[in-house]
């Protein structure tokens, strides 16, 4: 069975940083790809940043410049390092784990940029 633990939420005030890491577990004779996404009050789930199928960091266009994914495939590992966070970055940050045509989340972590 596949989780995804995910760790490094909280409350920061704008400017400030933060760093998101997700560890899943389950098969080891795959390589999953993985993001993060978001998803605010009143608002749909959106990319925040991910690996493509080919290997690349894909980016939302509000996440440019400020994120940074990263990856550790040996210890099967991603995280998302957040600069200059704005209040609009507030909401639950989601990791997603995806292989053919599953895609496994995990519970989601908290991040609230406020002063």
């Known amino acids: 069975q596949v989780q995804l633990m995910e760790s490094g939420g909280g409350l920061v005030q704008p400017g400030g940083s933060l760093r998101l890491s997700c560890a899943v577990s389950?098969?080891?004779?795959?390589?999953?790809?993985m993001g993060w996404y978001r998803q605010a009050p009143g608002k749909e789930r959106e990319l925040v940043a991910s690996?493509?199928?080919?290997?690349?960091?894909i980016y939302a266009d509000s996440a440019k410049g400020r994120f940074t994914i990263s990856r550790d495939n040996g210890k099967r590992t991603v995280s998302l390092q957040m600069n200059s966070l704005k209040p609009e970055d507030t909401a639950v940050y989601y990791c997603?784990?995806?292989?053919?045509?599953?895609?496994?989340w995990g519970q989601g972590t908290q991040v609230t940029v406020s002063s």
């Open positions: 389950g098969r080891t004779d795959i390589t999953y790809v």
């Open positions: 997603k784990a995806a292989w053919a045509s599953y895609a496994y």
């Open positions: 690996f493509s199928s080919g290997g690349g960091p």
